[in-house]
Nanobody, 119 residues
Framework: QVQLAESGGGLVQAGDSLRLSCAAS????????MSWFRQAPGKERELVAA????????SYTDSVKGRFTISRVNAKNTVYLQMNSLKPEDTAVYYC????????????WGQGTQVTVSS
């Protein structure tokens, strides 16, 4: 079993930066593809970024390309989301999630952390 806990959210101004962290318990973290999702009020949950088990392959939704960076340190059981040049439309609850290689379903979810960007 893996438990995920996000941290690092907060209230910032447009143009500022934040780094979200997601700490995982358990011994299977390095076997998981890790992703960050977000959900704004009244909107569907959106996949923001993903990183493969080694950290060597990343992907991003178009709206954050060039501004956000996902990374992981398996030795620390932690995945990060560096968010630069934040915009008000980035305001949402951010969740980290993990799934095993070759599966489509995310088996593990964190509780979420709020990011609010003021204009």
């Amino acid at each position: 079993q893996v438990q995920l806990a996000e941290s690092g959210g907060g209230l910032v101004q447009a143009g500022d930066s934040l780094r979200l962290s997601c700490a995982a318990s358990g011994r299977t973290f390095s076997n998981l593809e890790m992703s960050w999702f977000r959900q704004a009020p009244g909107k569907e949950r959106e996949l923001v970024a993903a990183v493969n088990w080694s950290g060597g392959i990343t992907s991003y939704t178009d709206s954050v390309k060039g501004r956000f960076t996902i990374s992981r340190v398996n030795a620390k059981n932690t995945v990060y989301l560096q968010m630069n040049s934040l915009k008000p439309e980035d305001t949402a609850v951010y969740y980290c999630a993990g799934r095993f290689l070759g599966t489509s379903r995310y088996s593990y979810w964190g509780q979420g952390t709020q990011v609010t960007v003021s204009s």
